[in-house]
């Protein structure tokens, strides 16, 4: 797992020269609430008889394994998307998924889900 969140947060030295420090630090806040979610998705699937998932590609009761096979796949293409997009987009893009995971985060954790790696 550590070599995939390594790969991660390289893809986008791989941009071309459009890619700023301030992308850098946007993705960077998008893959560290994605984690927070990971988490978070971890103590649903070993808690199946007091939570349930609502991502829909997960189903309510994923395994873990497959919660460890989502996130990485989700993140490196989120983050590949980011460094594919026009400036103008980009912003965007990170943005709105930064705001859906940071409220997922926050709503797993009103209701006593905890991060469970």
């Not at 978070?40 to 609502?54: G, H, K, M, S, V």
Request: net charge neutral; with cysteine.
């Amino acid at each position: 797992m550590r070599k995939a969140i390594l790969l991660i947060l390289l893809i986008p030295a791989l941009a071309h020269a459009e890619w700023t420090q301030e992308d850098t630090n946007y993705q960077a806040a998008f893959v560290a609430a994605a984690l927070a979610d990971w988490g978070q998705t971890l103590c649903i699937a070993n808690n199946p008889d007091r939570f349930y998932e609502t991502n829909f590609l997960l189903g309510r009761h994923p395994s873990s394994q497959k919660v460890n096979t989502y996130f990485p796949v989700a993140i490196a293409l989120h983050t590949a998307v980011a460094v594919a997009l026009p400036p103008k987009y980009r912003r965007a893009w990170q943005l709105v998924w930064i705001g859906i995971e940071s409220s997922m985060v926050l709503n797993n954790a009103s209701i006593g889900i905890k991060l469970d790696f």
